[in-house]
């Protein structure tokens, strides 16, 4: 009786600083059912042998949660940037077709299928991209919202700083420095907060400057690879009309 088989071919590179390493190595695992990419990396790093049966390093990757929540496992699959814990393997590859693998490209490549995503996490900061209260004390029940704000703000919530977007994004590339639409989405969600809109100002001159939201090409790349189905594009449209208020009529606040 044949094994059933599952054939990765994946793009590896030791380090950062090593692109002399840059590489293809293709591995046959053992199918098993409902066995996702992430399952199958695993087989691999018990095994490290390619199809051609080299032994080789265990294939380096990133993962937490296992349930598209933490964003961690983002990788490009058959071309196209995902999370590869939901990447289910009788869906890539039906027909026994090999499943490719390789890491984002808009980030620092730490190794194989890692790469770094701090400029995601730096954005937020630069945005404030927090409720800013002060002290531990009790302050009693916040704000009411409307139903409708509620329910937008849940959406928006729902980003995992996953790098899909980015990822996606043409204006993200080495010679820009926009900030891309997850950042701008969030933005959008606390200055909706009515406690968060205390500092709405102060996130939207964040998004006034260079790399900023007039810095959106208006691809729509985004709203079509997110995981979450976050309405990018109208957070950035929105975003954008507030800065654009902000820049017609912020003189008259002061």
């Not at 814990?85 to 026994?96: E, I, K, R, S």
């Not at 729509?220 to 309405?231: R, S």
Request: net charge neutral; aromatic share 4%; charged share 25%.
């Amino acid at each position: 009786m044949t094994t059933k088989t599952v054939k990765l071919r994946i793009k590896r590179q030791d380090s950062a600083e090593k692109k002399e390493t840059q590489r293809w190595e293709t591995f046959d695992v053992r199918w098993q059912p409902q066995m996702n990419v992430i399952s199958a990396l695993m087989e691999i790093q018990r095994n490290p042998r390619t199809a051609e049966n080299k032994s080789v390093a265990p294939v380096a990757w990133e993962c937490v949660c296992l349930e598209e929540v933490c964003g961690a496992c983002t990788m490009v699959i058959n071309g196209k940037v995902r999370q590869s814990c939901t990447a289910l393997v009788d869906q890539l590859a039906p027909n026994g077709e090999a499943i490719t693998l390789e890491p984002m490209t808009k980030f620092p490549l730490v190794r194989d299928l890692i790469v770094d995503r701090s400029r995601m996490f730096n954005d937020l900061k630069k945005v404030k991209a927090w409720v800013d209260l002060d002290g531990s004390h009790e302050l009693g029940p916040a704000p009411r919202q409307s139903q409708k704000n509620q329910e937008l703000a849940y959406s928006l919530s729902r980003c995992m700083t996953c790098g899909c977007c980015l990822e996606a994004c043409p204006q993200i590339n080495d010679s820009s420095k926009f900030i891309g639409p997850a950042t701008i989405s969030l933005v959008r969600m606390y200055n909706m907060n009515p406690s968060g809109a205390m500092h709405a100002d102060d996130r939207l001159d964040a998004l006034m400057g260079e790399g900023g939201v007039a810095d959106c090409g208006k691809a729509q790349n985004c709203v079509e690879v997110c995981p979450k189905e976050i309405p990018l594009v109208d957070s950035i449209a929105a975003v954008s009309g507030a800065a654009t208020k902000k820049i017609l009529f912020g003189w008259l606040g002061r």
